[in-house]
């Protein structure tokens, strides 16, 4: 007799995926057709037994339903051939023993009606009450999850967090509890089932050869051999299923003796892996059901190729929800809730928030997403070259966040400018048509991700002699000569990503190499935090004002901008390179040194890096009067004699007083 191929793994119990879900579903389709079809058949013996006068046309049915069977066509009905056979061959019987009389009641009752009924009673009842029951644990255990979930995070209440985090635990036992007595009856089922198909039939038949001696004889030299096939096959099932409960009991004491920090939320004892490609799993997404009201759907998510699916309880298959393909993903502040992330589609239009359950679901979830977006997956051996990146990011980059010296001996100790750019150390530039990333940045220079203004130089800029940079170009009678001969002036709206030192200033692929590191250095450190600033843009310098403060952070002379560029594929990303000269050993010229800066911005990066264009077109264009006149007639002007470019970008930053930084979307 072939082993039945279909059963419920006790192992998954715990994860309680869609995917055992939904073969869960159909075990309980099966199970409700089961008890359709046992209550058809009972009722079929019962009027066997009850009508005597009907006999005749009892037996007829009796026999169309034992046919049924193949019709019913069970989802799990994979090594019931020889039952259909085996029912197909008694339908056949009964139709030839038609011709039962009163005599047989009392052996029909206890051998063919009695197996049924008790079939019924015990085992469908058993699966009916543990649907039941797993069914309130499950509710329970949602319950206790959404309270969980809601747990703050500014004002953590140590009290209600344990207690919440035992209610969660509690909860989850129960439900696993009750998920393996239901997997276990239902695996069951499976065979018992078959028994209680074979065994009224048997006695049926054999309550007939017993008591009808007439033609008992032909009857049984065709039935006994065919008789004791059927005996044997019920035996070999039910040796089956005790030997399948013995393993599941033994399953089930195994799965039930791990510790309790199984079953207990953000209890990872496992480092975070930050090289995964693909990633499945339970997270909470926000939806908006209004205009300001949002709602907290808990949904299985998991990852295939580039997208991001999900999949629904209950669902065969999950959709797609979002291309993660050059995608972003940053961790977020969102309606005083933990572990909180944000993807972003490339374009921005689309976003979603998504909440996970632990500390190290969150870092893995960002880390994967941020691996996928690279389209790592893609390779021949993509595991390789995920954990190749991610060393290379850790080993590479450095990220400081203040403008300390760093300690001697430590790489790259010089500073590049009282900014607070460090350079690189002595390297020389090689050149080439596709410059390796050590040729363009060496390795370990470290990144600044702030400008950090020096109190001194603050105090200077608000004295009573100090003025303020008006960020929009508007002129006063204070300012200075300066400002009225300057004949561009544009404001941008950015945020400063990072600094670096690079070793070469006439390359667009150093501006893309600094990018790639400040990125990653962001994502590996969790550094999502970036503060606005406007970018002055004018016919003589750039200027990086606090738009608060109105405190310059920083500026440049046009002619130290050596390289600037726009990021190919992330339009909002810009950079450019300043070269400053090292006068500390005693050359005339100075030794050449360049840092890049990498700005993440509201507008397009092309848009920036045209108005620097255009800012030192006018520059060259200042020594020659006649080139002058000629940029100034072919451009429009306004009112005051500047360059009309564009529109202000800052839109209301400039009233912004106290608030809060933002988060990179880079």
């Known amino acids: 007799m072939p082993a039945v191929h279909h059963k419920l793994l006790l192992e998954e119990a715990l994860q309680d995926s869609p995917q055992t879900r939904s073969l869960l579903s159909v075990f309980e389709e099966d199970a409700g057709m089961l008890t359709n079809y046992t209550n058809q058949l009972l009722q079929s013996l019962q009027r066997v037994f009850g009508a005597q006068s009907e006999m005749g046309l009892a037996t007829e049915q009796l026999s169309q339903q034992l046919l049924e069977y193949e019709k019913k066509n069970f989802a799990l009905g994979k090594g019931d051939e020889e039952v259909i056979t085996t029912l197909q061959n008694f339908a056949k ?79 989850r036992r129960k439900q696993h509890q009750a998920s393996l007595q239901y997997y276990c009856a239902l695996n069951a089922l499976q065979y018992r089932k078959r028994i209680a198909m074979l065994e009224p039939m048997l006695g049926y038949t054999q309550a007939q050869i017993s008591f009808f001696k007439k033609g008992i004889e032909q009857v049984s030299k065709k039935m006994d051999m065919f008789l004791s096939s059927v005996s044997n096959m019920t035996q070999n099932i039910q040796a089956q299923l005790d030997a399948e409960a013995e393993i599941m009991r033994g399953s089930q004491r195994e799965l039930l003796s791990v510790e309790d920090t199984v079953y207990m939320p953000d209890k990872d004892t496992e480092p975070v892996n930050r090289t995964l490609i693909q990633k499945a799993g339970y997270l909470n997404i926000r939806n908006k059901t209004g205009l300001v009201t949002t709602a907290w759907d808990r949904l299985y998510f998991f990852t295939q190729g580039g997208n991001l699916m999900c999949q629904p309880r209950g669902a065969v298959a999950g959709g797609m929800v979002l291309d993660l393909d050059n995608s972003s993903v940053m961790a977020v502040e969102c309606e005083d809730r933990r572990y909180c992330f944000q993807i972003t589609s490339p374009s921005g239009k689309t976003s979603m928030i998504l909440q996970a359950e632990s500390k190290r679901e969150y870092e893995e979830w960002i880390c994967t997403v941020n691996n996928i977006s690279r389209q790592i997956y893609l390779t021949d051996n993509p595991e390789a070259v995920a954990i190749r990146l991610n060393q290379t990011a850790i080993q590479a980059v450095t990220p400081i966040t203040s403008f300390e010296k760093r300690p001697e001996g430590s790489p790259n100790p010089d500073r590049a400018k009282p900014g607070g750019i460090y350079t690189a150390s002595g390297g020389s530039q090689k050149t080439g048509a596709a410059p390796e990333s050590e040729d363009l940045i060496a390795p370990g220079t470290p990144i600044q991700f702030d400008i950090m203004l020096p109190a001194s130089e603050f105090q200077d800029q608000n004295r009573a002699g100090g003025r303020r940079t008006n960020p929009f170009g508007e002129t006063d009678d204070d300012c200075s000569t300066e400002s009225d001969d300057s004949l561009l002036q544009q404001v941008f709206a950015v945020r400063f990503l990072g600094s670096m030192a690079v070793r070469c200033g006439n390359n667009q692929e150093v501006i893309y190499e600094a990018m790639r590191q400040v990125l990653a250095a962001r994502a590996i450190h969790n550094i999502f935090r970036t503060t606005e600033s406007h970018l002055m843009v004018t016919s003589s310098n750039l200027r990086l004002i606090d738009p608060q403060t109105q405190v310059t952070r920083i500026s440049f002379q046009l002619g130290e901008v050596c390289q600037f560029a726009a990021h190919q594929e992330n339009g909002r990303l810009m950079g450019f390179v300043v070269e400053d000269r090292d006068w500390s050993d005693g050359d005339e010229e100075g030794e050449p040194s360049f840092s890049a800066f990498v700005f993440e911005s509201n507008t397009e990066g092309e848009k920036i890096c045209y108005t620097i264009s255009l800012a030192k077109d006018i520059t060259e264009a200042k020594k020659d009067p006649e080139a002058l006149a000629q940029l100034m007639k072919n451009m429009p002007l306004t009112n005051d004699g500047k360059f009309l470019l564009l529109e202000p970008e800052t839109g209301d930053t400039t009233n912004g007083a106290g608030q809060e930084d933002l988060e990179s979307e880079a």
């Open 93 to 171: 019987t009964v139709g030839e023993l038609n011709s039962l009389h009163s005599e047989l009641a009392n052996q029909m009752a206890d051998s063919m009606v009695f197996p049924l009924i008790q079939f019924r009673e015990k085992d469908l009842t058993e699966i009916s009450t543990l649907k039941e029951i797993f069914g309130i644990a499950t509710d329970e255990h949602e319950a206790a999850m959404v309270k969980y979930s809601r747990l703050p995070k500014k004002k953590e209440n140590e009290k209600l967090k344990s207690d919440l985090v035992k209610e969660v635990a509690y909860t």
